[in-house]
């Protein structure tokens, strides 16, 4: 299994970079992820997705898709895409150290 460190921290990942074990993420580790993915310097909104997104994993066993999280996260589907460009629900799921949602490609 290929790691990635963040925040001095060993972690398994995928081939994808997604966390394999996401106990394994602390908050910290978040705006380094966030870098990697182009995004510089974590917002309140930011926040708000990346805690909603590992709420329903916990709940659920998987990330939501974009149109849950544009529906129930309290952040609209165009601010979404602004926040996360490459795709907000896998972009976010990278970033709040959850697997890659299912359905994302």
């Given at each position: 299994m290929p790691t990635a460190i963040y925040a001095g921290v060993n972690?398994?990942?995928?081939d994808e970079g997604f966390f394999e074990i996401p106990d394994e993420w602390t908050e910290a580790m978040a705006p380094e992820i966030a870098r990697a993915e182009g995004i510089d310097g974590l917002t309140e909104?930011?926040?708000?997705?990346?805690?909603f997104m590992r709420a329903e994993y916990a709940e659920k066993g998987t990330g939501p898709t974009v149109r849950i999280l544009g529906k129930?996260?309290?952040v609209s589907i165009k601010e979404l895409y602004q926040l996360f460009?490459?795709?907000?629900?896998?972009e976010a799921a990278k970033?709040?150290?959850i697997p890659k949602p299912r359905g994302c490609i």
């Open positions: 972690v398994t990942v995928n909104p930011h926040w708000q997705v990346i805690k129930t996260s309290g460009p490459k795709g907000p629900a896998k970033i709040a150290g």
